[in-house]
């Protein structure tokens, strides 16, 4: 089977909404943007009682000139100033393979603390 079937290709980047100043901006600041990102849904599978939101949604492209690829936070997360201290990343489907390998995965982001 070809190693680029197993690639992720549909990845979303969520992140966990708790604390007070983050809820108020969830509830307040980013009421548009979770409008217009509802296709998505409400946060991965496994969700327990977490409020989720999702930071990005992007497609890999194992195909790409290079492997490593870096996709942006959403415009509006970025400037609600939420902080976050758990994300998850949901990989919903792969090049057409079995199973999907995920080499390696990097967060990045500015701290304010």
Same mark, same amino acid.
């Given at each position: +089977?070809?190693?680029?079937?197993?690639?992720? !290709? &549909?990845? *979303?980047?969520?992140? %966990? *909404?708790?604390?007070t100043s983050n809820r108020l901006a969830y &509830?307040?600041? $980013? !009421?548009?943007?979770?409008?217009? /990102?509802?296709? /998505?849904? +409400?946060?991965?599978?496994?969700?327990?009682?977490? =409020?989720? /939101?999702? +930071?990005?949604?992007?497609q890999y492209d194992p195909l790409a000139a290079?492997? $490593?690829? =870096?996709?942006? *936070?959403?415009?509006? @997360?970025?400037?609600?100033? +939420?902080?976050?201290? $758990?994300?998850? %990343?949901? %990989? #919903?489907?792969?090049?057409?393979?079995?199973?999907?390998? %995920?080499?390696? @995965? #990097? *967060?990045?982001? &500015?701290?304010?603390?």
């Open positions: +089977m070809d190693a680029f079937a197993q690639a992720p !290709r &549909d990845v *979303v980047l969520w992140g %966990v *909404v708790d604390g &509830d307040t600041h $980013l !009421r548009r943007y979770r409008e217009t /990102i509802s296709q /998505i849904g +409400m946060g991965p599978a496994h969700a327990a009682d977490y =409020t989720f /939101i999702a +930071m990005a949604a992007f290079f492997a $490593l690829q =870096t996709f942006p *936070v959403s415009k509006a @997360i970025q400037a609600s100033g +939420m902080t976050f201290g $758990l994300v998850v %990343v949901e %990989v #919903r489907s792969n090049w057409g393979g079995n199973q999907t390998a %995920v080499c390696r @995965i #990097r *967060v990045h982001g &500015d701290s304010t603390a």
